[in-house]
């Protein structure tokens, strides 16, 4: 080659990667941008959540939009409207991703004031959405954001070196783009897969129509209800329900291929179906559940109308054999439970549950079926997405959490909670006010709540009427301050037997958090 041809090659060369090296931060721009969607279509698919970020901010757009252009939308591509809305997102995304690329590459400061801003967007769109949690929607927008700008970082930081080395930086840069678009289109698929998979599971359990139980719950009386705000409600509604397991993602349970199996020490093993279950004798009942980790006045625990067939009606019919001291309830991701099989005959509610305060069990409390014992901590009892129960001895098997330090053996303690005045409120001096929250001991029931303000004399409070001794009750107390400053409240409650909750504060781990629940509250002038 001579000299000038070799010239011409290389000035060829130099202007190849002198355009490449204009694209570049484009690319980087676009790539960042689809990286923060990708991570929303993960997230969603993964917590199995009811709607994504996308649909969220879809539906944000929707509702500021002006309606001519909703209605242009409507007209013009029907039922499909939302569909093209989010398409249309990740349009955006494409050409708003280039021109922060392109700025990036210049001041990078931009380019991560364009990904927070687009973070706050979805952060307003999920907060303001009744179908979103707001927690998962922020802890998904933050996310994308910085998902966003850590790939800007690299992208733009990969673009740099390869405009210092053109040949060798062009093809580092390329190789890094183009994984991150293989990431992006892995990360999508993965959650848009996870969503489909959740989406017709929730379809099955639409489909489910529940029977009437043959015992039908009678109404929690007028009288349990106090009717005061800020007390828990009797009931806690389905979607406010606490939830505790240890699964990433909700066990996906096919109705069809669903089985309950019961065996291990017993005389007539079995197998059923669902629609098997549903033909059995129903029973319906109030029962308080709470969790062992819950702490000293913590919101781990609810009341549930629950619809289910009688663990002993099962257990009756398998006939369980003598020595078989524990039950074992087996998830169909492999999560268990163990609790002594007499609790099943002493006459407490021990319930094989379908339905939940009138609907199926939600997806994220055990569809199709799981344990619901009155008296026992859920991690010794509540198995949700039930599939497998083995009846064995005591000594033969620890179930999930007792190799990991908690104890064999789960009874609810007695325990109480002040919901109102709220943690650090300001309560006026000389204005009648209300104490008030739960008290719950199931099975035992609560004969007594006392209140304490200022270590001074133990107050009785009013108690609400009980649904039944395996539900909280309600309790309030009239009070009327007439001293200024700080005070502490605190509350005890007494179990049916007359049996006071102890005083003792202990750690949840390896019983349950014990102690009596305080507030401080600031009394002041009005
Ligand atoms: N399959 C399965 N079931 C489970 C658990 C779990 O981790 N996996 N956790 C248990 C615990 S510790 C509690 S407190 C209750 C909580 O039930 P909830 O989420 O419906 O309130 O479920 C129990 N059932
Ligand atoms: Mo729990």
């Given at each position: 080659?001579?000299?000038?041809?070799?010239?011409?090659?290389?000035?060829?060369?130099?202007?190849?990667?002198?355009?490449?090296?204009?694209?570049?931060?484009?690319?980087?721009?676009?790539?960042?941008?689809l990286s923060?969607?990708?991570?929303?279509?993960?997230?969603?698919?993964v917590?199995?959540?009811?709607?994504?970020?996308?649909?969220?901010?879809?539906?944000?757009l929707?509702?500021?939009?002006?309606?001519?252009?909703?209605?242009?939308?409507?007209?013009?591509?029907?039922?499909?409207?939302?569909?093209?809305?989010?398409?249309?997102?990740?349009?955006?995304?494409?050409?708003?991703?280039?021109?922060?690329?392109?700025?990036?590459?210049?001041?990078?400061?931009?380019?991560?004031?364009?990904?927070?801003?687009?973070?706050?967007?979805?952060?307003?769109?999920?907060?303001?959405?009744?179908?979103?949690?707001?927690?998962?929607?922020?802890?998904?927008a933050?996310?994308?954001?910085?998902?966003?700008?850590?790939?800007?970082?690299?992208?733009?930081?990969?673009?740099?070196?390869?405009?210092?080395?053109?040949?060798?930086?062009?093809?580092?840069?390329l190789?890094?783009?183009?994984?991150?678009?293989?990431?992006?289109?892995?990360?999508?698929?993965?959650?848009?897969?996870?969503?489909?998979?959740?989406?017709?599971?929730?379809?099955?359990?639409?489909?489910?129509?529940?029977?009437?139980?043959?015992?039908?719950?009678?109404?929690?009386?007028?009288?349990?209800?106090?009717?005061?705000?800020?007390?828990?409600?009797?009931?806690?509604?389905?979607?406010?329900?606490?939830?505790?397991?240890?699964?990433?993602?909700?066990?996906?349970?096919?109705?069809?291929?669903?089985?309950?199996?019961?065996?291990?020490?017993?005389?007539?093993?079995?197998?059923?179906?669902f629609?098997?279950?549903?033909?059995?004798?129903?029973?319906?009942?109030?029962?308080?559940?709470?969790?062992?980790?819950?702490?000293?006045?913590?919101?781990?625990?609810?009341?549930?109308?629950?619809?289910?067939?009688?663990?002993?009606?099962?257990?009756?019919?398998?006939?369980?054999?003598?020595?078989?001291?524990?039950?074992?309830?087996r998830?169909?991701?492999?999560?268990?439970?163990?609790?002594?099989?007499?609790?099943?005959?002493?006459?407490?509610?021990?319930?094989?549950?379908?339905?939940?305060?009138?609907?199926?069990?939600?997806?994220?409390?055990?569809?199709p079926?799981?344990?619901?014992?009155?008296?026992?901590?859920?991690?010794?009892?509540?198995?949700k997405?039930?599939?497998?129960?083995?009846?064995?001895t005591?000594?033969?098997?620890?179930?999930?959490?007792?190799?990991?330090?908690?104890?064999?053996?789960?009874?609810?303690?007695?325990?109480?909670?002040?919901?109102?005045?709220?943690?650090?409120?300001?309560?006026?001096?000389?204005?009648?006010?209300?104490?008030?929250?739960?008290?719950?001991?199931?099975?035992?029931?609560?004969?007594?709540?006392?209140?304490?303000?200022?270590?001074?004399?133990?107050?009785?409070?009013?108690?609400?009427?009980?649904?039944?001794d395996n539900?909280?009750?309600?309790?309030?107390?009239?009070?009327?301050?007439?001293?200024?400053?700080?005070?502490?409240?605190?509350?005890?409650?007494?179990?049916?037997?007359?049996?006071?909750?102890?005083?003792?504060?202990?750690?949840?781990?390896?019983?349950?958090?014990?102690?009596?629940?305080?507030?401080?509250?600031?009394?002041?002038?009005?």
């Amino acid at each position: 080659m001579d000299s000038t041809t070799a010239d011409l090659v290389d000035a060829s060369t130099q202007a190849t990667s002198h355009r490449s090296a204009k694209l570049q931060p484009a690319i980087a721009g676009i790539l960042a941008a689809l990286s923060a969607l990708a991570t929303t279509e993960l997230i969603a698919g993964v917590s199995s959540a009811p709607t994504s970020l996308l649909s969220s901010v879809a539906s944000l757009l929707i509702r500021i939009m002006p309606p001519a252009i909703t209605e242009f939308g409507i007209n013009t591509f029907g039922t499909n409207d939302k569909a093209v809305l989010q398409g249309s997102i990740w349009l955006v995304a494409i050409l708003g991703g280039a021109v922060l690329g392109i700025a990036a590459a210049r001041w990078f400061w931009v380019g991560v004031l364009g990904f927070v801003g687009f973070g706050l967007l979805g952060m307003v769109a999920g907060a303001s959405d009744p179908l979103a949690t707001t927690s998962l929607a922020v802890i998904t927008a933050a996310a994308a954001g910085a998902v966003g700008i850590a790939i800007l970082a690299w992208l733009v930081g990969a673009a740099e070196s390869a405009a210092t080395s053109p040949d060798t930086g062009r093809r580092g840069f390329l190789g890094v783009a183009a994984g991150i678009a293989v990431g992006i289109v892995a990360t999508t698929s993965i959650g848009r897969a996870l969503l489909a998979r959740t989406r017709q599971m929730a379809a099955s359990r639409e489909e489910v129509i529940l029977p009437t139980a043959d015992v039908q719950a009678a109404a929690p009386p007028t009288g349990a209800s106090l009717g005061v705000d800020g007390i828990s409600p009797l009931i806690t509604p389905n979607d406010e329900f606490y939830r505790i397991d240890t699964a990433l993602t909700i066990p996906i349970v096919d109705l069809d291929s669903w089985r309950l199996r019961i065996h291990g020490m017993v005389d007539r093993p079995f197998e059923m179906t669902f629609d098997d279950l549903l033909a059995m004798p129903m029973v319906e009942e109030h029962i308080t559940i709470a969790c062992v980790s819950n702490r000293v006045g913590g919101d781990l625990i609810g009341t549930a109308k629950w619809l289910g067939v009688p663990l002993s009606e099962i257990l009756n019919r398998a006939g369980v054999q003598d020595g078989a001291t524990q039950i074992v309830g087996r998830s169909v991701d492999g999560f268990t439970v163990g609790f002594p099989t007499e609790t099943v005959f002493d006459g407490r509610q021990a319930l094989l549950a379908v339905g939940m305060n009138d609907e199926p069990l939600p997806l994220d409390h055990g569809f199709p079926a799981r344990f619901v014992v009155a008296g026992l901590y859920g991690y010794v009892s509540a198995t949700k997405w039930l599939s497998d129960i083995e009846l064995t001895t005591w000594d033969a098997f620890d179930a999930y959490w007792v190799p990991r330090g908690w104890d064999k053996e789960g009874p609810i303690l007695t325990s109480s909670r002040i919901d109102k005045p709220a943690n650090g409120a300001q309560v006026d001096l000389n204005v009648p006010t209300i104490i008030g929250g739960v008290a719950w001991a199931p099975t035992r029931g609560i004969s007594k709540v006392e209140v304490q303000i200022n270590e001074g004399a133990w107050l009785e409070a009013d108690m609400a009427e009980s649904i039944s001794d395996n539900t909280w009750v309600q309790w309030q107390l009239d009070w009327t301050p007439d001293t200024s400053g700080g005070q502490v409240i605190k509350v005890r409650a007494y179990d049916g037997d007359g049996v006071v909750q102890t005083d003792r504060v202990a750690p949840s781990k390896p019983g349950a958090a014990t102690g009596y629940h305080g507030r401080s509250i600031f009394i002041g002038e009005i």
